[in-house]
């Protein structure tokens, strides 16, 4: 391992002064320039051995995550030889699609046999697979004059997994929040009193209104309100004008939509409902360039509703792409009577306020659930939320439920928020 060139050019220097000091016959000069020739000459004929015993290891926390959370990545880095290692450094191989935003992959420091230096830090997650490569070190001799740089494989995690279905805790522990059917004004099996008839020998006991017996001597079957499942449309706004981050190494607010739309398709689906899904502002098949899938239930929907929001998070606009306002207005023939709309949009525009209303013009029940992904430490970013909100309150002025996800609030939080169930269990929504 050749010496470092600062130590190089000392020695020189050095070597110059003393040579001039014997020559010119200054016995200061030349003991001036004894005591760094020797410190000098220790540090560049000092070596650093390339060979040295270390042993890494990788964490990530989580391994599997959704877009926008922060995943930790710790690095240790272990003396696995004999003998001290008086200066090391190391570097983790950060994926370049990933941006740390906390902490440093860097660390350094002496190590004796048996000891470890970590380094700690924070990315972001963005949808895909992202590979972790080999860590870097760099070890220095004891005079600092030699530097010996190597690979050092990683055991433990190697790849941070990003999925629009990964689970962000404590969603999966909240149970079904949406309810597993819309009453209706029909009599029959349910859980909500509806009416009262006359018994009928068939009637089982556990229906018969036992207390009007008791008042009145009199055998009464109780009808209870029954209930249908709902359909709900999933309306994912992934036009160029949503497709924003709010600062380095984030998910765009159309990755965030489709997240927050993959857990809503499951636990819609978990619950009973049928459930559909539309990708706005992309080339779809349909006449009006949408992608459409009609709301169904079972495993086959749910496996095409989830590679369509996945694939809604790459998908393009080519130049002659469809009008987004034809698109909506297809939405509003394809989606059944009585269904429920659901747009995830981040409201950066106001074509999803339009949108809002031209739904509610057709009777439509609507949500929308906007992601922020605005900067709030700018005069620009905080004018824009400004209007954001303001679009928050039309969408709510025009009948719908909004719901407002700010990078704060858990995903579940939210979604209970846009899909709460009323007094009757049904689906609660806007409506015009």
Not at 95 to 120: H, N, Y
Not at 178 to 195: R, V
Request: proline share 7%; with cysteine; charged share 20%.
């Amino acid at each position: 391992m050749n010496p470092t060139a600062r130590w190089t050019a000392g020695l020189i220097a050095a070597a110059v002064l003393a040579t001039v000091g014997a020559a010119a016959g200054y016995a200061s000069l030349l003991l001036a320039a004894v005591v760094p020739l020797l410190y000098l000459t220790y540090g560049v004929l000092s070596t650093a051995d390339a060979d040295v015993a270390l042993r890494a290891h990788r964490e990530i926390e989580p391994a599997t995550a959704p877009p926008g959370q922060e995943v930790t990545v710790t690095l240790t880095v272990e003396n696995a030889g004999s003998d001290p290692l008086p200066d090391v450094r190391v570097a983790d191989a950060v994926p370049e699609s990933l941006g740390v935003i906390d902490g440093s992959p860097r660390g350094g420091t002496a190590l004796e046999p048996g000891e470890t230096l970590w380094a700690e830090y924070s990315v972001v997650a963005k949808r895909g697979e992202h590979e972790f490569g080999a860590p870097r070190a760099r070890v220095r001799s004891f005079g600092a004059g030699a530097a010996a740089d190597r690979a050092v494989e990683a055991s433990g995690e190697r790849r941070l997994h990003c999925r629009l279905d990964a689970s962000a805790p404590p969603i999966e522990q909240q149970g079904d929040r949406f309810a597993g059917g819309m009453p209706t004004d029909s009599p029959g099996q349910g859980l909500e009193f509806h009416s009262t008839r006359p018994y009928r020998r068939d009637d089982p006991a556990s229906r018969i209104d036992w207390r009007h017996y008791a008042k009145r001597d009199e055998l009464t079957t109780v009808n209870y309100r029954e209930r249908r499942a709902s359909s709900v449309v999933l309306v994912v706004d992934a036009r160029p004008a949503s497709r924003v981050v709010a600062g380095p190494a984030r998910p765009t607010a159309v990755e965030l939509a489709a997240y927050a739309a993959t857990h809503a398709l499951e636990d819609l689906l978990g619950a009973g409902h049928e459930v559909g899904v539309a990708v706005v502002g992309a080339d779809g098949p349909d006449d009006a360039g949408l992608h459409w899938l009609a709301p169904g239930s079972g495993r086959d929907r749910r496996a095409r509703a989830r590679d369509l929001l996945a694939a809604a998070t790459e998908a393009t606009a080519g130049e002659n792409a469809a009008d987004p306002d034809a698109q909506a207005a297809r939405i509003a023939t394809l989606a059944p009577p009585r269904a429920q709309l659901v747009l995830f949009s981040p409201l950066l525009d106001d074509w999803p306020v339009e949108t809002v209303e031209t739904w509610g013009v057709r009777d439509y029940s609507r949500v929308v659930l906007s992601p922020d992904v605005l900067t709030h430490n700018t005069v620009t970013g905080q004018f824009e939320s400004v209007r954001r909100h303001t679009r928050l309150a039309n969408c709510q002025a025009a009948g719908a439920r909004a719901v407002d996800w700010s990078r704060a609030t858990p995903l579940y939080a939210v979604l209970e928020a846009a899909f709460a169930a009323d007094a009757r269990g049904a689906l609660t929504g806007g409506s015009s």
